[in-house]
């Protein structure tokens, strides 16, 4: 009897107003954010580590000369 169309078009665009534009600027924003926070901690666990490891070398040098025999 009545077939459907396969022709499809794809979807249509929303209609962009001036509020989704500026959405959207604001989200990337926040991403950008939300990256730069991440970096910043990603750089102050590094300091944090390596300043353990350069603090630590001392007394590593220091109980490398001892025997550990009772």
Not at 4 to 33: C, H, M, N
Request: positive net charge; charged residues 20%; contains cysteine.
């Amino acid at each position: 009897m009545f077939k459907r169309s396969t022709t499809s078009y794809g979807p249509s665009p929303f209609p962009e107003t001036p509020y989704q534009k500026a959405g959207q600027i604001w989200e990337f924003v926040v991403d950008l954010r939300q990256a730069k926070q991440f970096i910043r901690g990603m750089n102050c666990r590094h300091r944090t580590l390596r300043q353990q490891r350069i603090g630590s070398f001392p007394l590593n040098q220091t109980n490398a000369g001892r025997s550990h025999a009772i």
